[in-house]
């Protein structure tokens, strides 16, 4: 079945979300109609225990442009987002929290600036926060350990108000937390043309926040393995094997060390001892054993990409409205 392309898809992961659902889609649905906009409207329910699949439902049977994916269970929102991303028919896709803590009225500036400035990827700057110290003090530390790490200069990675070229959200194959990198991972894909928006950040109306300091730590756990994928993704060995060569030569210069030490001294006739009896011999040791496992956890990793075809994570979807 073929799809009209859409000039506009706006995606809403949500969890446990169904008071705030209708009110945010009358919103949107206002300010999408006022500017004239063809569009869709996509929510993913990330396996909620409440009624947001039945209001998602309500919503898509007196509205077409509306459609719902639910999962089966709670997988979190990076797979929410990666499947509603390969779902979106939108020339450009803008993603929005489901609290009604991002306001829709930011979509069409947001889409101008993909559509006319020529941005792959606007990302929201929410400069005033209705957030406590707890959350915006590792919020700050984040965002510039991933400034430092990424080069993407940008004040607000996580805000979940975003703006994409529609072809670079069919680029992402994410996992894990990797939603709170998405700018990064566009980057690292191809697409550079990054820029940000100061949007409004909105106080919670329903419910509380899904999310706990934790989340801070698996994000940074995420970025240092885009770090590591986008450099050595495709050439492991060019890593473990660069540090196994180095630990395995320091290691072997040291045993050499110590035999020729041994050796000069008995050629003196000066009192020695065993090799075995000095303790620079274990560390030498130790780095031989290292050396030789890093250089075959390279080899093995180069085995692996060669004769494995990458795989996306696969999500069980248990119902679906609006296709």
């Not at 997988?75 to 829709?104: E, H, W």
């Not at 990793?301 to 696969?314: V, W």
Request: hydrophobic share 40%; charged share 20%; net charge positive.
């Amino acid at each position: 079945m073929t799809h009209i392309p859409l000039q506009l898809s706006v995606l809403i992961p949500l969890f446990n979300e169904d008071e705030s659902l209708a009110e945010l889609h009358d919103w949107i649905v206002r300010v999408v109609t006022e500017h004239q906009f063809s569009y869709e409207i996509l929510f993913v329910d990330d396996g909620s225990s409440d009624h947001s699949w039945e209001v998602v439902e309500a919503l898509s049977a007196r509205n077409p442009h509306v459609r719902g994916i639910r999962f089966g269970r709670n997988y979190g929102k990076t797979a929410a987002l990666q499947v509603g991303f390969q779902a979106c028919r939108g020339n450009v896709v803008i993603t929005m929290d489901a609290d009604l803590q991002d306001s829709p009225d930011e979509i069409p500036e947001l889409y101008r600036m993909i559509t006319e400035d020529g941005y792959d990827l606007v990302s929201g700057w929410k400069k005033k926060r209705y957030d406590p110290i707890s959350k915006t003090l590792p919020t700050k530390l984040f965002n510039g350990v991933s400034r430092m790490v990424s080069g993407v200069k940008l004040h607000d990675f996580n805000c979940g108000l975003k703006a994409y070229r529609g072809k670079v959200v069919k680029t992402f194959n994410l996992y894990g937390e990797m939603h709170r990198n998405l700018p990064i991972v566009a980057k690292w894909n191809g697409f550079p043309k990054i820029g940000e928006k100061v949007v409004q950040h909105r106080p919670r109306k329903y419910g509380s926040t899904k999310f706990g300091l934790d989340r801070f730590i698996n994000g940074f756990l995420d970025l240092l393995v885009i770090a590591f994928m986008q450099k050595f993704g495709k050439r492991p060995m060019h890593f473990f094997g660069g540090f196994g060569t180095l630990s395995f030569f320091v290691g072997t210069l040291i045993a050499l060390y110590l035999i020729g030490e041994k050796l000069y001294r008995i050629s003196q006739g000066v009192r020695y001892r065993n090799v075995t009896d000095n303790p620079m011999f274990f560390f030498g040791l130790v780095a031989i054993i290292l050396g030789v496992q890093l250089f075959l956890a390279g080899f093995i990793g180069e085995l692996l990409i060669r004769q494995f075809a990458p795989k996306t994570t696969d999500f069980q979807i248990a119902e679906r409205v609006g296709d």
